[in-house]
């Protein structure tokens, strides 16, 4: 089970940053995807997810407007694309996954595997 994230750097306040992760060894559509972050000295928070259909998504209310979520299980990627960023969207940011139990929810609450993340720094 693999998840490995890829498109972090620094960019400048305002910008954009498109964040992929390829996700190999599993059944795509037996999972709900997800993107958590950990700022610098706090703790992981949820910041986007979508469903094993790819019908739902879920934004943290801090993201919405300016992240989208997408799947691509042909291709087996997951997009998270960062629009308008900020200094506090700073962090690690991990993909991760959870065997949701229903295929049109995901959660951000809680994932059951993750990748080793990439880092996002917003700064001038």
């Known amino acids: 089970f693999e998840l490995v994230e890829s498109g972090g750097g620094l960019v400048q306040p305002g910008g954009s940053l498109r964040l992929s992760c390829a996700a190999s060894g599993f059944t795509m559509d037996d999972y709900a995807i997800g993107w958590f972050r950990q700022a610098p000295g706090k703790g992981l928070e949820g910041v986007a997810c979508?469903?094993?259909?790819?019908?739902?998504?879920r934004l943290r209310d801090s993201v919405k407007g300016r992240f989208t979520i997408f799947r691509d299980d042909a291709k087996r990627i997951i997009h998270l694309h960062l629009d308008s960023l900020l200094p506090e969207d700073t962090g690690v940011y991990y993909c991760t996954a959870e065997a949701n139990p229903s295929p049109s929810s995901c959660t951000l609450s809680y994932f059951a595997h993750r990748g080793p993340g990439t880092q996002v720094t917003v700064s001038s």
């Open positions: 979508i469903s094993r259909t790819g019908d739902t998504s």
